[in-house]
């Protein structure tokens, strides 16, 4: 294990109806969230490629438990992001380091698939910062119904000296989607994007 | 009496491996289940709410066992539990008075005969309200290694006319905790307390 893991934390919100109109079947939509030490903490470094592993590790780590906390096979899921934030001593690029070099292969890997583009926010913030993960269609990245945000926070964390990681998967979009666009019954699943 | 309305359910479940102490060998696991549900005496005074207590018991027993699944263990493994509830501004905090018998004899049923009363926690608030939901010991209040608090919410909700009923639950004590007091492994009393 390369990262240095103080904590995990699974969330799964269902919404069963909005606006007095039944959802069905409900919208299932989990995070997993590590709280890790930032080994880079107080210190410039050029050579980020620690955090490129870390990032690599928690991309297979938390999809797996994100995936096993919706209880659904990889390959159902339909939407996913991910988000980092750094806590005060660290750097907004240790949280590009981690997101973006190797997170989406292993991540890619327990869905079976994933066409397209993981969306993704960052951001340096103090302990109970807000992540808002966005969250995008797996295989294409202009199904209108599947554009959506899920909040994550961890209470105490991160700590000065950590940076939270987070991945989220969906078994749907928002829950009454009707404002059009690439429709998921539509999409080819090739190039990413339709 | 009104049916008992849900429109979203939130589960969240932490492991806790150290707080810059010596890792734990089992991490210390901690959950919480949501339910956002409809206040159905938002926007008046009501004097007669008492019955409602009894439509929410399916509903607790639901949720006390959406949240054993979620944790991944036997009833025998929990021990500490909590309850909280969170009503919208077109509520009153009385209403979450209403939570006391069903959350908690729901968890009581669950687990098999906890003797401890339920810690509980109540508030009125808007949407992202969060709760510090305490946490005791299910057998002896006393315990003060298994004394926690876990810190819950739900982005968009409780608008005015719902409100956010909550149970919590965990597998040992602080993950670091040394403070002394009454051991777990010293309960006798079987009075709930000692």
């Keep these: 294990m390369k990262a240095q893991i103080r904590k995990l934390l699974t969330v799964v919100d269902e919404t069963l109806s909005e606006q007095g109109q039944?959802?069905?079947?409900?919208?299932?939509?989990?995070?997993?969230?590590?709280?890790?030490?930032?080994?880079?903490a107080?210190?410039?470094?050029?050579?980020?490629?620690?955090?490129?592993?870390?990032?690599?590790?928690?991309?297979?780590?938390?999809?797996?438990?994100?995936?096993?906390a919706l209880g659904i096979l990889g390959g159902d899921v339909q939407s996913y992001g991910k988000a980092a934030a750094v806590g005060?001593?660290?750097?907004?690029?240790?949280?590009?380091?981690?997101?973006?070099?190797?997170?989406?292969?292993?991540?890619?890997?327990?869905?079976?698939?994933?066409?397209?583009?993981?969306?993704?926010s960052k951001k340096r913030g103090g302990m109970g910062v807000v992540l808002d993960i966005p969250l995008g269609h797996k295989d294409a990245a202009f199904v209108r119904?599947?554009?959506?945000?899920?909040?994550?926070?961890?209470?105490?964390?991160?700590?000065?000296?950590?940076?939270?990681?987070?991945?989220?998967?969906t078994t749907g979009g928002r829950p009454l989607p009707r404002v059009g666009g690439l429709k998921v019954s539509e999409i080819k699943g090739e190039d990413g994007l339709r | 009496?009104?049916?008992?309305?849900?429109?979203?359910?939130?589960?969240?479940?932490?492991?806790?491996?150290?707080?810059?102490?010596p890792v734990a060998?089992?991490?210390?696991?901690?959950?919480?289940?949501?339910?956002?549900?409809?206040?159905?005496?938002?926007?008046?005074?009501?004097?007669?709410?008492?019955?409602?207590?009894?439509?929410?018991k399916p509903l607790g027993l639901a949720m006390a066992q959406k949240l054993l699944a979620a944790l991944g263990c036997e009833p025998k493994s929990i021990e500490g539990y909590g309850k909280g509830a969170i009503v919208g501004e077109a509520g009153e905090v009385e209403h979450a008075a209403l939570w006391h018998a069903p959350g908690g004899y729901a968890m009581r049923d669950v687990l098999g005969g906890a003797k401890a009363i339920v810690p509980s926690t109540k508030k009125?608030?808007?949407?992202?309200?969060?709760?510090?939901?305490?946490?005791?010991?299910?057998?002896?209040?006393?315990?003060?290694?298994?004394?926690?608090?876990?810190?819950?919410?739900?982005?968009?909700a409780p608008r005015a006319g719902e409100m956010v009923v909550v149970l919590v639950m965990t597998t040992g004590p602080r993950v670091h905790a040394r403070v002394g007091g009454l051991e777990a492994s010293d309960?006798?009393?079987?009075?709930?307390l000692r």
């Design chain 1, 42 to 68: 107080g210190t410039y470094q050029e050579d980020l490629s620690a955090l490129i592993d870390i990032g690599e590790e928690l991309g297979g780590l938390l999809a797996a438990r994100a995936v096993a």
């Design chain 2, 187 to 192: 309960i006798k009393a079987g009075d709930g």
């Design chain 1, 88 to 120: 005060e001593n660290g750097e907004l690029e240790h949280a590009a380091a981690i997101l973006h070099p190797k997170l989406g292969a292993p991540f890619r890997k327990v869905l079976g698939k994933g066409a397209a583009l993981i969306p993704s």
């Design chain 1, 145 to 169: 119904s599947h554009f959506d945000g899920m909040e994550v926070r961890v209470s105490d964390a991160p700590r000065a000296n950590e940076i939270v990681v987070a991945v989220a998967v």
């Design chain 2, 25 to 56: 060998t089992t991490p210390y696991r901690r959950g919480a289940v949501l339910a956002v549900i409809e206040n159905p005496f938002a926007g008046s005074y009501h004097d007669n709410i008492q019955p409602f207590m009894d439509d929410l």
């Design chain 2, 1 to 21: 009496m009104p049916d008992v309305k849900v429109r979203k359910f939130l589960v969240s479940v932490e492991d806790i491996f150290h707080e810059g102490g």
């Design chain 1, 22 to 40: 039944e959802v069905s079947p409900p919208v299932r939509r989990a995070a997993a969230v590590a709280v890790i030490a930032n080994p880079f």
């Design chain 2, 124 to 156: 009125v608030g808007g949407p992202g309200t969060r709760l510090d939901v305490p946490v005791t010991h299910v057998n002896a209040s006393y315990v003060r290694s298994h004394f926690d608090a876990i810190e819950v919410g739900v982005t968009d």
